[in-house]
């Protein structure tokens, strides 16, 4: 089940990516397009994390139903040992 990473306030400008020069709407536009940019791989990166713990969690079930499997196979081998000894005699 994926969760919420919170990593700061999205939307709001944490820091400065544009060093200003001329303080004009340009280089605000810039900033604020990084800041968006910033946000996105904010998000990919939970996402990241959020499917990492999934595989974890999904790897170690798998690891259960492969060992059960394996204890049903032996069961069934041996199971049809007995049946052959019994129809041999």
Not at 14 to 25: A, E, F, L, M, Q
Not at 58 to 65: A, W
């Amino acid at each position: 089940e994926p969760k919420l990473r919170m990593i700061g306030e999205e939307g709001m400008h944490s820091k400065r990516y544009v060093t200003r020069i001329t303080n004009d709407d340009r280089e605000e536009e810039m900033d604020d397009n990084l800041q968006l940019v910033d946000d996105y791989i904010g998000t990919l990166k939970n996402i990241a994390l959020d499917m990492g713990d999934t595989i974890t969690k999904q790897t170690k079930k798998l690891d259960v139903i492969s060992k059960k499997t394996e204890d049903g196979i032996t069961r069934v081998d041996a199971s049809n040992k007995r049946t052959q000894n019994l129809l041999r005699k």
